[in-house]
């Protein structure tokens, strides 16, 4: 028993001095980009989803601002899309009560539009210019917003619903992380529009 415990420590031991070799590894360069998330992240409502949701990319965003926005968008419109995927097929699905199929197929459609204004959003920042600077960062100011509330009508309009227990946990679980993404990417936006091209 004593051999077996002394083991499983050594074990441990290996594993964190393995994890912080890994660390310590890290270059000055990867340090600093995952810094840069980690504060850009600071300023968000949910930093912690932020940080996760943007660490992946850190060495393509190094310390850009743009392009740390543009990612941001990026993963929210995979995620908008990917959830408007799940819920039309869900909208599909035998045994739901009419109220609840009727809940669900509002809800793909709102998110149908947040996805496109999502996508427009994208666009439009990956022509990010000195002299359209002021005017691209109003309409994407625009358009995210109008994204986040499409998504509030759609969390709204479940939340009313009497469903299915698994279901409604499920279906609201993926929009709210859709609206808190769409509401990082919105902070980022926000602190980007403020910054001086
Ligand atoms: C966003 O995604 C598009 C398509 O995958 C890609 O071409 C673009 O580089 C990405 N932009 C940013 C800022 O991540």
Known sequence: MEAFSSKILLIIFAFSFITHSIQANEGPYQQSNTLFIRNSCSSTTYPRLCYTSLVKHADF???????LTGTALNVTLASAKSTSAMMSSLAKSQGLKPKEA??????VEVLSDSVDELRRSIDEISHLSTSNFELTMSD???WVSAALTDQSTCTDGFQ???ANGEIKTIVRGRIVQVAQLTSNALALI????TSHP
């Open 190 to 193: 926000n602190k980007l529009a």
């Open 160 to 162: 009313e619903l009497n």
């Open 102 to 107: 009727a809940a669900m197929k509002d809800c």
């Open 61 to 67: 965003i190094q310390t850009n601002q743009v392009l």
């Open 140 to 142: 994407v100011q625009t």
